[in-house]
């Protein structure tokens, strides 16, 4: 198993636009994501990393023999969660089931470990994405309990479980 996480290059667009552009993907993510998703719309959100904050923005690319195939990000809170990050990922539909994201998030919490202060990593999937809850948790999160009615998604008000990697 090949997988790697690197920095985002613009010759990705297109395996960006080829990934997002799937209504089984998107509906586990967060709105906002435009529909169908461009390869416009993937240089501009490739971007947008490039030039973000590198103190508080950590986004990378999800490689399959450096084949882009998803997406992971680690965003720093702040105030007085200035030492928390909050952590959103997706993988293309025909990678799924593979153990490819959970190599992917070892990968990008050691890298943040080791790099920064941030000493807490959180996750929020939705309740209803199993498999995501399960690739947290062998990742080596720990389920810290359910938010109840914490989102609208699709027209419909779901509950999201809370996930975190505190450093050891």
Known sequence: MNVDIRKWKIDDKSDLAMNLNNLKVQTNLRDGLPYPYTENDAEDFIRMMLSADKDNTFSFAITLDDKV?????????????????????????????NGYMTN????????????????RIFAEPFAHNIASCRVLEKAG????????????????????????????
Not at 112 to 119: E, P
Not at 148 to 157: D, E, P, R
């Open 141 to 168: 999160f720990q389920y810290e309990g359910t938010l109840k009615s914490n989102a609208v998604k699709c027209g419909s008000i779901v509950d999201m479980k809370m996930y975190a990697l505190v450093r050891e």
């Open 104 to 119: 992917a998030i070892k990968q990008v919490c050691k890298y943040v470990f080791k790099n920064t202060d941030i000493i």
């Open 69 to 97: 195939i998803g997406s992971i990000g680690v965003f720093r809170q702040d105030n007085i969660h200035c030492k928390t990050a909050e952590m959103g990922y997706y993988i293309g539909e025909p990678y799924w089931g």
